[in-house]
């Protein structure tokens, strides 16, 4: 959760350290490689926070954006957002896709209701069709 907290609220991100543990060792790994795919969202795309839970990342040019949710508590929580793509500077017009469910794009807004476990984060991608 740490790292994608980082990644949606830093500009540089620095990581130290390697764990004794293979399996946290993967994990780390894997999340690089993740981030290094989406990397453009954070160092060039503009921030838009929902609220401290919701953070989206838009590159308004690719008609796509990034959206980082953070459950910040020890309870399994249900968290809800959303936000019109005009305001991102996206056009309304496009139909943007992801790839998991629990958020849409749908008549110019874009609409998230995600139950998410204690103390986790969750990254998803969102582009429009033909670009």
């Known amino acids: 959760m740490v790292l994608w907290w980082y990644a949606s609220t830093c500009r ?3 990581i130290g350290g390697t764990s004794p543990k293979p399996a946290v060792v993967q994990a780390q790994q894997q999340a690089m490689r993740r981030y290094r795919q989406l990397e453009g969202f954070y160092k060039r795309g503009e ?8 953070h989206l990342h838009v590159l308004p040019k690719k008609y796509a954006f990034v959206v980082n949710l953070f459950n910040l508590s020890d309870q399994t ?15 309304p017009r496009k139909h943007y896709r992801t790839a998991s469910d629990g958020a849409t794009v749908k008549n110019g807004q874009f609409n998230i209701s ?7 984060a969750q ?3 969102f582009r429009a069709a033909g670009n």
Request: include cysteine; hydrophobic fraction near 35%.
């Open 77 to 91: 929580r249900t968290l809800n957002g959303t936000c019109s793509l005009a305001r991102l500077g996206l056009d």
């Open 12 to 14: 540089h991100l620095g």
């Open 47 to 54: 921030f838009y926070g929902l609220n401290e839970e919701i």
């Open 123 to 125: 990254v998803e991608e």
């Open 114 to 120: 995600r139950s998410m476990p204690p103390w986790s």
